[in-house]
């Protein structure tokens, strides 16, 4: 009878894969051994069910696993009778980390149960709990997490070492007597006395998987200005925590929404507000919006929290405006002590810092806004084609930083790390990088980054590029976009060109010039700009991103409406920036499609400065969102035609509209309606020319959901290629750039050859 050697990769360890491989060994009755390495799961088997055994490893593998590949080959080594489950070996690492999941039912039973775990708040097995939050090293051994501190119990150790326990090397295995305790400063207490705070209207900051939170009751108005004055973040959305019921007392849920918010990576949702909205102060929480981002509690403690309040609780990241979130008690005493009334800290260490990730469901299926928590460090297997490329490392843009990892045919987009002008944004990222090199043991030959030389990871990889004496690839920015929602939708390597709509902030462009608004006609290695908005001075630079005003200025003059600028925008300094636009003096010209957004938010009454990123355009999103509620019956406005997407007869046809005083909210839709088909017109045309074979929508912008959905709309009867798991935003740039870098190195190989 032959001996075999199974070798499974994925995500296969931290998830009860080998207690899984042995149950089906005995109720298949076969003899051999199962065990980690650095690789994956390797399963040593002899019997007359081995072919029976393959077959099942993929269609009944646990909930969390993961299974890419199963390799069988001969094995010449001696087996023992019967089956067991070996120690971990080491190696060259090739598997995956598991994302944080979170507490699976069974788990919440016990939580809310009797028994020796009841009211604990780190009760987890291997369907749920901590995972890359905590591991240190690799293979993922109870050793290797931040679990180590923690000797085992008796009970708990017994769990641990039986196969047929669904505790079977759960690493982080705990109950009340060996594991994690949670204290409550200044106070004593635990998190019984933390809801009663709550409950009094206090803010805490309480210590979750990924980092700390800031907390409180969510239907309070007066904590949460008490909040945003502390935190000095005066009308970016909250996000808020409440079990299902309290969800859909304040939001419209569908059941895509349900399943996504029941997910085991518990993501932010955002959700659509009810008209009556109760047991949330829904305007102090997101004002100006229609939308408000919720997640379910994703571990004991939070469960724990909400049911003992018995309200909706404000999350909102643990941090200073603009800082990295807080990860350690010591810092979160010292960072958090001016914002918070009180502390719940527990004695668990984070590994590595991870915000909640951000999504919400759309009629095209999910996006999402904030690639962290739960979905990483999961793999993407790259397209047909990429399988025998180098190893990659891209480092993303200035904002929204993320970094991406590509080995053997498969990418791996490291977790949200904010944007990169803060120096402790700067130096997280510096540390991530050095964390996923070591974690995964990734040496590149290659590092890929933006083409503008000022972005400060630009300047990094250029420096590492140098350090290790690797090649370097600069990408240009809606390149980098259009590759990575290409990758993500499995379009091979060499399948030809697509036409791409990339409606973005700002990037550096290949003429100099700052793009934003672009249809791109490309594949991988190659891309054209083939069509773009009017090229509209920035007046102020930098200033003009936060400042929404003074790009409605540059448009109504540049649409010949200068005197309706002077009119609404009395007060201003209108003069001194004309003559700074006309001589060109900090006021680069643009075809940014985000500063576009902001001008018609100005123009639509937004006043002063942004307080966040796209303040301005969540607001005209809302505006046209309440239009198509109201029924949606309106053109969109016209755009010049050619080449250059000409925004003057936009402005005329608004003026118009102003004087007739059409309602804003039917504005705003004008106004996106008006855009996509623009943009949708020209990039259809290329896909029925045959000089494209789809159109892939990518960019800052495609975060808006009304944008999104016009632009399908108007390219129906045309292929469309959407973001479903990668950000369209600058959290994507990375897979863009390590992609384009590998068809670039792949075909300047197969030329050489």
């Not at 019956?633 to 118009?656: K, M, N, S």
Request: net charge neutral; hydrophobic share 45%; glycine share 12%.
């Amino acid at each position: 009878m032959e001996t075999v050697e199974i070798r499974v990769r994925g995500q296969v360890q931290g998830v009860g894969f080998r207690p899984f491989v042995w149950r089906l060994a005995q109720e298949l009755g076969l003899s051999g051994h199962v065990l980690n390495d650095a690789g994956g799961v390797v399963i040593r088997v002899r019997g007359a069910a081995v072919e029976a055994l393959v077959a099942r490893l993929r269609g009944e593998a646990p909930v969390l696993a993961r299974v890419d590949q199963v390799e069988v080959s001969r094995w010449l080594g001696a087996l023992a009778e019967g089956f067991v489950i070996l120690a971990s070996e080491a190696g060259a690492v090739r598997t995956r980390v598991t994302p944080d999941a979170a507490s699976c039912p069974d788990c919440l039973a016990e939580v809310a149960g009797t028994g020796r775990r009841a009211g604990y708040a780190f009760t987890n097995c291997t369907h749920c709990g901590p995972r890359f939050s905590i591991v240190t090293g690799l293979p993922y051994d109870r050793a290797q997490t931040t679990m180590a501190a923690f000797a085992l119990c008796a009970d708990c150790a017994e769990e641990y070492r039986d196969p047929a326990d669904r505790r079977f090397h759960a690493q982080p295995i705990a109950c009340p007597i060996c594991g994690p305790k949670v204290w409550c400063v200044p106070e004593a207490g635990d998190w019984l006395a933390a809801a009663a705070r709550l409950r009094a209207g206090e803010i805490l900051a309480i210590k979750g998987l990924g980092g700390f939170h800031i907390a409180c009751d969510a239907g309070n108005p007066q904590a949460i200005a008490r909040l945003r004055a502390r935190k000095h973040r005066p009308a970016k959305p909250l996000a808020v925590m409440g079990d299902p019921a309290m969800i859909e007392a304040a939001c419209h849920v569908r059941d895509p929404e349900r399943a996504l918010l029941r997910d085991p990576a518990a993501p932010i949702v955002v959700l659509s507000l009810r008209a009556g909205a109760t047991g949330v102060a829904a305007r102090e929480l997101a004002p100006g919006q229609g939308c408000l981002g919720w997640m379910l509690p994703y571990t004991p403690l939070h469960h724990l929290l909400v049911a003992a309040t018995g309200r909706p609780l404000v999350m909102t990241s643990g941090n200073p405006s603009g800082e990295p979130q807080v990860i350690g008690n010591e810092e979160a005493l010292a960072k958090l002590g001016g914002i918070v009334d009180g502390f719940v800290l527990h004695d668990r260490a984070i590994a590595r810092r991870l915000d909640d990730s951000v999504e919400r469901m759309t009629p095209q299926g999910r996006m999402v806004l904030r690639r962290a928590r739960g979905r990483v460090p999961d793999v993407m297997d790259l397209p047909e084609g990429f399988r025998e490329g180098p190893q990659v490392i891209a480092y993303g843009g200035q904002m929204k930083g993320a970094i991406c990892l590509v080995r053997e045919g498969q990418a791996l987009l490291g977790h949200h790390l904010g944007d990169l002008d803060n120096a402790l944004n700067i130096a997280a990222f510096e540390a991530a990088d050095r964390d996923y090199r070591a974690l995964f043991e990734h040496s590149p030959d290659l590092v890929a980054v933006d083409l503008h030389p000022e972005f400060r990871a630009t300047r990094y990889g250029e420096a590492r590029a140098q350090a290790e004496g690797v090649g370097l690839v600069r990408v240009q920015h809606h390149h980098a976009h259009l590759a990575a929602c290409l990758a993500e939708n499995g379009w091979a390597r060499l399948a030809g060109p697509v036409a791409g709509i990339v409606l973005d902030g700002l990037g550096l462009g290949e003429d100099g010039h700052i793009w934003g608004g672009e249809i791109l006609l490309g594949e991988y290695a190659t891309c054209q700009r083939v069509a773009h908005l009017s090229q509209v001075p920035l007046p102020g630079g930098d200033r003009a991103s936060r400042d929404p005003w003074r790009n409605l200025l540059a448009q109504l003059d540049h649409a010949g409406l200068g005197a309706l600028a002077d009119l609404l925008l009395s007060g201003q300094p209108l003069a001194l920036l004309r003559q700074a636009m006309a001589k060109g003096l900090n006021a680069p010209s643009s075809s940014s499609a985000g500063r576009l957004f902001d001008a018609f938010a100005a123009a639509l009454g937004f006043a002063g400065s942004q307080s966040f990123e796209g303040e301005a355009a969540m607001g005209l999103e809302a505006l046209a969102r309440k239009a198509l509620q109201d029924g949606g019956a309106c053109d969109g406005y016209p755009f010049g035609a050619g080449e250059e997407i000409d925004t003057r007869p936009l402005w005329q046809a608004w003026a118009q509209d102003r004087a007739r005083a059409v309602p804003p909210e039917i504005m705003a839709l004008r106004f996106h309606r008006g855009l996509a088909q623009a943009f949708a017109q020209r990039a259809g045309d290329l896909v029925r020319a045959g000089r494209a074979q789809a159109v892939a929508l990518s960019g800052g912008c495609l975060q808006n959901t009304v944008l999104q959905d016009e632009l399908v709309a108007a390219l129906a009867g045309v292929p469309v290629l959407l973001h479903h798991k990668v950000p369209a935003n600058d959290g994507g740039l990375a897979l863009g750039q390590a992609v384009i870098g590998m068809a670039r190195a792949m075909g300047e190989s197969q030329a050489a050859r």
